[in-house]
């Protein structure tokens, strides 16, 4: 709405001051009344009761000034209105954008958190897994009583590799979730700084807005 108004009120400004030149280069100025021939008898003298009057002042007249003075009153009064205008503006746009990103980085960081918890519940899931399998590793000769079998060393080398592979793969992923866990929280971390300074940001042009409505 305001940007509508801007390009309106600047068009009527400039008329106004179009008018007002118009105006004043119409008004008709008073031209020297012509000087009387000069007589070729220097021994006659006009009678010394005769006043002649040469010339009338070409200067605007007291109307002209005042109405001159009146149109640069409201053409200042409209130029501080539109300046209030444009400040009011920036300012809404401002904290419009502010706003915006302000809102953006929240999203953000509610997904990220959300990140953050699955990948600490997976890893924490893994850690369980961890110990499942070396408690299974200490308990080897009972694995052997469950399977049962005559070749007791085989079977027991056979458990403890498949057991020894499952840990590897449990650490390998414990790795990578420990490394991704990481980075998350230093997204996050960044993006709660940003979101603390939009905040105090935003605060800081509520308050001048109040300010200046006062």
């Known amino acids: 709405m305001i940007r509508r108004r801007i390009p309106r009120v600047l068009s009527v400004l400039i008329a106004t001051v179009v008018l007002s030149i118009s105006c004043i280069a119409q008004e008709p100025v008073r031209q020297d009344a012509p000087a009387k021939p000069r007589q070729t008898r220097s021994a006659q003298k006009p009678p010394a009761g005769d006043v002649v009057e040469n010339s009338e002042p070409a200067t605007p007249t007291r109307e002209s000034d005042d109405a001159m003075r009146r149109t640069l009153t409201d053409l200042s009064t409209q130029i501080n209105s539109l300046a209030s205008e444009l400040r009011k503006f920036r300012r809404e746009t401002e904290r419009n954008s502010g706003m915006i990103e302000l809102l953006l980085s929240e999203d953000r960081l509610s997904k990220l ?47 403890r590799n498949d057991l020894q592979r499952s840990l590897d793969d449990v650490h390998s992923q414990q790795a990578v979730s420990q490394q991704r866990l990481g980075e998350l929280n230093e997204q996050a971390a960044r993006f709660r700084a940003r979101v603390e300074t939009l905040r105090k940001k935003l605060e800081l042009l509520e308050d001048k807005n109040v300010k200046e409505e006062k």
């Open 113 to 159: 958190e959300d990140k953050i918890q699955e990948t600490a519940d997976r890893k924490a899931q893994l850690d369980a897994r961890e110990q499942e399998i070396n408690r299974r590793m200490r308990n080897i000769p009972s694995e052997l009583v469950l399977r049962g079998g005559l070749r007791r060393e085989e079977a027991e080398a056979a458990i």
